[in-house]
């Protein structure tokens, strides 16, 4: 019989992690079956060659260092093993390193590079040390710092570094993929803005850069410099993996912030030396073919890209602020801006009226909601069914959310005098049969919609209100007559974005008597809802994704009737609710009820 007490000691002589030692570990906890744990042994030496190719092409050649060695976490990962029992679900790195920790009684990381701090990082090791090591420094707290290992028999290299930086060190266990990861993103954008400041550091001291790259003319050699191309692609790199939709980098007085927008939340990412900000911004513009030269007015620009064989779209917009030059670049994701109409939320009434309203062969159909709620998504998808080769679609955009072949699509120009409403007039022309309108702003693009109605087109466009009913309201404001909108709306729908738990970390609990009184619902019962407690894949936040609800207004008889009699906004209220309407904060409370979202969300949100 095995003495328990010594076994862990023999296993800490060893010089290296081994695969047998992490297959009995495996086996010992039933993940896997006697016939997985041959499979294995049996396929390890092939497998490890084809890894082994793969990492010299993807990190060693690049950087001119050795080979890395294949972790048996990694190895076994890769062999894409179903857990004993679960049918479809496959082994992870993760959850391989995390059972070898708990196995060996040392502290487990899953690493979340939102919350590292950058110098952390980069300062304590240097990247060739870190690389042939698997090694990476976490944080620092009390004078203590904590180092990332990917082997926990193979603590020398963290030691070593603490001897020679004289600092005083705690080492957990994180997943060689996750180091790796963190090595090449972070070490290679601080050796890039580094290097880019210490090749501008003999100028002036530099409290107003803007003056002194108009005196130098620097602007164009700085952006063509190729450590600011590197560090640029490394933020773009970055902002990808981590699902952003938006990428702010904004000038302060000493500093400049690079701050992500990840599931509608704004998350601080890395704090640029000031020096740098002018050449990245001037990259930035260069690749959104911008005029770098001007930095006085606002600019809007687009860049095409790929990531992981996707193609993307990217949207930048500068704007002039107190330091510098604010950019944000809004990332558009195909597979996100058109999905079928089932996936992005809607529930099934309100799906079959949207369904019948985008098959009328005339009229308007508008889609409200403040920024940020997910209208281009609906318009997109909703254009996506209905241009099909017998069908002209034109759309009228301020700008161009994402070019798509399928459709003619027309950018607004105001300063050559290409409006809304002087694009509508001219397109009419252009024997359209479906037409969308990025937004009806004023009274001439709100009568050319309803004119364009009127002689027999489809028309899709969005308006900024907070609920349906308001819409009509908001036509009526624009100087719309109420016949011409009864004769020509055929349905309104009213939207919002609202984040979704976490499937890895929900759990459960009774909502209280306090949140049932709020909620308006039926006090006499008790409402079993969701949360995510927070985990490493939520980033500790309990969410992940986000959903869409939807109020949806049909145009019946009754409203029409009503129009014509100058109703008010409760009058429409009402006749809507008569006629089924669900409204979004039912919709949000429905989305709880059935564990897709919180009882905070649906608060924050409706």
């Not at 100028?203 to 003319?217: D, M, T």
């Not at 050449?279 to 990531?307: C, F, N, W, Y």
């Amino acid at each position: 019989m095995t003495n328990d007490k010594t076994e862990p000691k023999q296993e800490k002589r060893q010089k290296r992690l081994t695969l047998d030692l992490v297959l009995k570990f495996l086996y010992k906890r039933g993940l896997i079956n006697q016939s997985q744990y041959q499979y294995i042994k049996a396929n390890s030496e092939a497998q490890t060659r084809q890894l082994i190719k793969h990492q010299e092409n993807t990190y060693s050649k690049r950087v001119g260092q050795p080979e890395v060695l294949v972790s048996p976490a990694e190895l076994i990962a890769s062999l894409n093993i179903e857990k004993e029992g679960v049918e479809g679900k496959y082994i992870t790195e993760d959850e391989i390193t995390q059972l070898i920790a708990e196995e060996l009684k040392i502290p487990y990381i899953k690493i979340d590079p939102l919350k590292l701090k950058l110098d952390t990082v980069t300062s304590y090791i240097p990247r060739p040390f870190a690389l042939r090591h698997l090694i990476v420094p976490l944080d620092e707290k009390d004078g203590v710092i904590t180092i990332a290992v990917a082997d926990p028999f193979n603590l020398e290299a963290a030691n070593s570094a603490a001897v020679a930086k004289k600092i005083k060190t705690t080492v957990v266990l994180s997943s060689k993929g996750d180091i790796l990861k963190i090595i090449r993103e972070f070490f290679g954008f601080r050796a890039s803005i580094a290097a880019a400041q210490r090749e501008m550091s003999p100028i002036l001291e530099l409290g107003n850069l803007e003056q002194y790259v108009k005196l130098r003319g620097h602007s164009e050699i700085e952006a063509n410099d190729q450590h600011i191309i590197n560090a640029v692609d490394y933020l773009l790199q970055y902002a990808f993996d981590q699902r952003a939709s938006d990428i702010h980098v904004e000038p302060k007085r000493e500093m400049s912030h690079v701050r992500f927008r990840i599931d509608g939340v704004i998350h601080y990412i890395y704090s640029m030396p000031k020096p740098v900000h002018a050449p990245v911004a001037s990259r930035i513009k260069m690749l959104s073919r911008m005029d770098i030269a001007e930095k006085r007015r606002p600019q809007d620009g687009r860049i095409k890209t790929h990531h992981k064989g996707k193609e993307l779209e990217l949207r930048v917009s500068t704007l002039p602020v107190a330091f510098g030059e604010k950019i944000v670049i809004r990332i558009f994701d195909p597979d996100i801006l058109m999905q079928n109409l089932d996936e992005i939320g809607f529930y099934e009434r309100e799906l079959q009226l949207y369904n019948a309203f985008i098959n009328r062969p005339n009229g308007i159909i508008l889609v409200t909601g403040p920024t940020g709620s997910g209208k281009t998504t609906t318009l997109y998808s909703t254009l996506k069914i209905l241009a099909t080769p017998e069908v002209n679609v034109i759309t009228i955009e301020d700008p161009i959310e994402m070019v798509v072949e399928d459709l003619n699509q027309v950018g607004v120009q105001s300063a050559v005098g290409v409006t809304f409403s002087n694009i509508l007039r001219t397109i009419l022309r252009q024997d359209p049969d479906i037409i969308m309108v990025g937004e009806i702003r004023d009274k001439e693009t709100a009568e050319n919609a309803v004119q364009s109605a009127l002689t027999g087109h489809l028309v899709l466009s969005t308006l900024h209100t907070n609920d349906a009913p308001s819409s009509i309201i908001r036509l009526l404001d624009l100087g719309v007559p109420a016949f011409l909108i009864s004769s020509t709306l055929i349905g309104i729908i009213a939207q919002r974005l609202m984040r979704k738990i976490c499937q890895y970390c929900k759990t459960e609990k009774l909502l209280t008597k306090e949140e049932i009184l709020y909620l308006q619902l039926d006090n006499t019962q008790t409402y079993t809802v969701s949360y995510g407690e927070g985990c490493n894949e939520c980033r500790g936040t309990g969410y992940k994704g986000r959903t869409g609800i939807f109020e949806v207004m049909e145009i019946t008889e009754k409203v029409k009737n009503l129009l014509n009699e100058k109703a008010d906004l409760i009058s429409i209220q009402k006749i809507a609710k008569e006629d089924g309407i669900v409204t979004l904060r039912q919709a949000a409370i429905k989305k709880m009820l059935d564990g897709i979202t919180t009882y905070e969300e649906v608060v924050a949100i409706t």
